[in-house]
């Protein structure tokens, strides 16, 4: 966690209204660390551009103040935040060529001809395109102008950099080798990142933590791992990674360690407490499909059942497995493809069990 | 699949082994005939309504057989006149003698004498005048000697050229004419004198309004198609319909309720008195002069200039300004630097349809133009209707069209026409 004087970006209980009606962005706290990787994750509409917006300026807060290093931002206008940002649709102007948008926050700084010269051909070598100076936009493919938008954003050394959803337009492999290369820069040259995706696996890849919105609210801030393996509310077990979903009631809280949960099928399922109010109230248990064994070892795992096999999905590495276990008959289980795994037919019965630690007991 | 196979002699060829090119020409055929009969109906109106009254008006402007078919043997007997600083001799004067009884039995001279009257005015009079008393012309010795008997005017050397100028079917006279060009008495190509000059300074007036009109247009249209390109769909659509509902009204409506506002007794004039800004004595006269014309000739052409200007502006992503912005450019710059650029295509298009179409309005100016508001398109109206000397209102509009054509090539050569865009 970021010490207080690190501190370079600080929402205090920001909010945002369109119609005046409803709250786009409710109550927002967050304190971005000098050098850190966040990434605003979220489905659409659960006002992660909007944050990305006030923070560039093209949007203000009807309440709540944003400061960018200890300096109110509400009332300063776009051009003099010094926030480099990079464009869903990258928006390259399509009228100049690849150095002449680089050039281009330059020249508004009025910096000398030789200088910018030098920093442009620096910038376009850094996101290797250095021969593509005298290219228009559109003679370039999809991932060169993405460098091209990003080399852009950093040329003029911002203290802050943005990005909205900068890799969505490009191809799934393009997409992960860019998502690798934004991350190495961001090492390099040690700038700040506010990242806007909805991609979860797009978030875990790159950030150093994630802020999970939803309905205009941070449901967790955290790290990518912690995130993973330490969902504090259901939407973020659901939004981050897969899921199996069991619903039941606490029937009884054994301490911070163990519960006890009643299924609407009446199984009783051992889980860890983490989002509970109290014995009789209702639960979401959350729990990961690598995390379950088939057939384990007798007395190995307090959680046993039975289950039957309803779908097999090859997928190369692992082999998705979908099985009916106690009333839901959307239970998954991963059954990696490694050498000796348990070879499983559509229709059999077999037994599936997982620890305790692994099954949370969430909100409903 | 049909596999292609590369011969080395006859390029490639298909599986079966026709050649791949006729192959794909035959496979195309079936489609390239339905498309052509699709247009056909089209294309056979637009030859017999516009294709071919154009051709014919700008044949019209270099071809006039009047003199030829009607004064034949004068024609021929020109062949005589070697000597131009001289009268012609008297073989000339004998034919037209002949031809001029010929035309008076046959009612034709009066053909003659207005075609001759429009090369130099005044002529008509004396070729009706000496018409009438051709036929009791007996015995005559010299008919050079009757003649200027009759009228001296026809001992002018220049009567004599304009005949003789008439007297070639194909000619460059009505082209002369239409840029105050005449010949002298020498065949050289001089000035008309001043007094008579008026297409080169219509000509003149009529480019002048008509930059001043886009210039009008792009100056007020600009900035609402801006705002309507930044506005969301539901309001901009109501607000371009108001900038669409003088495209539903009559042109000759819009037209008329201008001399209603611009009238000296009219709604602004009555403001400005009832404000107290002018006198009643001073009303300011707004219409009936250019002012009138450059007024409602802005106020109709706006929408060419808007709907162009709007369907590029659509299509530029406000991200443009933000990233500008975001860079650090203040709003002005960006819209100057990142903005305007990206609207030239619509800028050209605007601008290069309200010129076009202003370098040949009639009506307006017709109506409320008063003496110094008319345009060419008026003048060649009145060769059409009034005077009847076609030829030179088809030389008039064959260099109007040469004009915009140029225009066009011009701006072909600068932006490019594929990057035109009309909405």
């Not at chain 2, 005017?153 to 009505?174: C, F, M, P, V």
């Not at chain 2, 250019?290 to 200007?309: K, N, R, S």
């Amino acid at each position: 966690m970021a010490r207080k004087n690190d501190v370079l970006v600080r929402f205090t209980d920001v909010q945002k209204s369109y119609d005046g009606e409803t709250l786009v962005v409710k109550n927002l706290n967050i304190d971005i660390s000098r050098g850190e990787f966040l990434t605003l994750l979220g489905p659409s509409g659960s006002g992660k551009t909007t944050t990305l917006m006030m923070l560039a300026g093209f949007e203000t807060p009807t309440h709540g103040d944003i400061e960018l290093g200890g300096k109110r931002l509400n009332n300063v206008p776009p051009h003099k935040r010094d926030i480099g940002m990079v464009f869903q649709n990258y928006a390259l102007f399509p009228h100049m060529t690849v150095s002449e948008n680089l050039a281009f926050p330059l020249q508004v700084r009025r910096k000398g001809r030789s200088e910018v010269a030098e920093r442009v051909q620096r910038a376009l070598d850094m996101v290797q395109l250095g021969s593509f100076g005298n290219r228009r936009p559109a003679q370039l493919s999809g991932g060169q102008q993405q460098r091209v938008a990003l080399a852009r954003a950093l040329v003029f050394e911002p203290t802050l950099v943005l990005m909205d959803e900068p890799l969505g337009a490009l191809d799934k492999q393009l997409r992960e080798h860019m998502q690798l290369e934004i991350k190495h820069l961001h090492e390099q040259l040690g700038i700040t990142v506010v990242y806007v995706t909805h991609d979860q696996s797009e978030a875990l890849t790159m950030s150093d933590r994630i802020a999970v919105f939803h309905d205009g609210v941070i449901q967790q801030l955290a790290t990518p791992s912690d995130l993973y393996e330490r969902p504090k509310n259901a939407f973020v077990a659901q939004f981050i990674g897969e899921n199996n979903r069991l619903n039941g009631k606490v029937a009884k809280l054994n301490g911070s360690n163990a519960c006890l949960v009643t299924l609407d099928s009446g199984s009783q399922v051992q889980a860890l407490p983490v989002n509970v109010s109290g014995e009789g109230s209702p639960t979401t248990l959350s729990l990961r499909p690598e995390r379950v064994q088939i057939n384990p070892p007798e007395g190995a795992l307090p959680n046993v059942f039975d289950a039957k096999v309803e779908e097999l999905i090859y997928l190369g590495d692992h082999i998705r497995t979908r099985c009916s276990l106690a009333g839901s008959d959307d239970f998954v289980v991963k059954v990696p493809n490694a050498q000796g795994h348990s070879s499983l037919q559509r229709g059999s019965r077999v037994k599936l069990g997982w620890a305790i630690e692994d099954c949370r007991a969430l909100d409903a | 699949m049909a596999q292609a196979t590369i011969d080395e002699l006859q390029g490639l060829t298909t599986a079966d082994g026709t050649p791949l090119r006729r192959a794909l020409h035959r496979a195309e055929r079936r489609a390239k005939i339905r498309a052509f009969l699709l247009v056909t109906p089209l294309l056979v109106f637009l030859a017999v309504t516009f294709i071919y009254p154009i051709a014919q008006m700008l044949w019209r402007s270099i071809y006039d057989d009047t003199i030829v078919t009607l004064l034949p043997n004068t024609v021929t007997a020109f062949k005589d006149w070697t000597d131009r600083d001289q009268l012609p001799p008297e073989s000339v004067f004998a034919a037209f003698a002949v031809d001029m009884k010929q035309t008076r039995e046959d009612r034709t001279i009066g053909q003659v004498a207005t075609r001759v009257n429009f090369e130099e005015g005044g002529l008509r009079s004396i070729f009706t005048r000496t018409a009438r008393h051709i036929d009791d012309a007996k015995n005559v010795t010299s008919w050079r000697d009757w003649f200027i008997q009759e009228n001296p005017d026809w001992g002018k050397l220049n009567t004599w050229a304009t005949i003789e100028r008439l007297g070639h079917a194909y000619s460059i006279l009505q082209y002369l004419a239409a840029t105050d060009r005449q010949y002298d008495d020498h065949g050289n190509i001089v000035m008309a004198p001043e007094e008579t000059q008026i297409y080169v300074p219509i000509f003149i007036r009529t480019l002048w309004m008509s930059l001043l009109v886009t210039l009008l247009t792009l100056l007020l249209g600009y900035p609402i198609s801006y705002f309507l390109a930044t506005l969301p769909i539901r309001t901009s659509n109501l607000l371009m319909i108001m900038v669409l509902l003088p495209f539903w009204t009559s042109l000759l409506v819009r037209t008329t309720s201008w001399i209603v506002i611009l009238g000296k007794e009219g709604v602004l004039n009555d403001i400005l008195v009832w404000l107290g800004l002018i006198s009643d004595d001073g009303r300011i006269q707004m219409i009936y002069n250019q002012t009138g014309t450059l007024v409602a000739m802005t106020q109709i052409l706006l929408p060419f200039m808007v709907l162009p200007l709007y369907s590029v502006m659509k299509t530029i992503s406000p991200s443009y300004m933000r990233a500008a912005m975001s860079l650090g450019a203040p709003r002005f710059l960006a819209f100057w630097k990142v903005y305007a650029p990206n609207t030239l295509p619509g800028v050209g298009a605007g601008a290069l349809l309200v010129f076009i179409l202003s370098i040949g309005y009639y009506i307006t100016p017709a109506l409320v133009g008063g003496r110094t508001g008319q345009m060419i398109s008026n003048f060649i109206a009145f060769h059409m209707q009034k005077s009847l000397n076609w030829g030179l209102a088809a030389a008039l509009g064959g260099i109007l069209l040469a004009g915009v054509l140029l225009l066009y090539a011009l701006y072909n050569r600068l932006v490019g026409v594929e990057k035109l865009s009309l909405g």
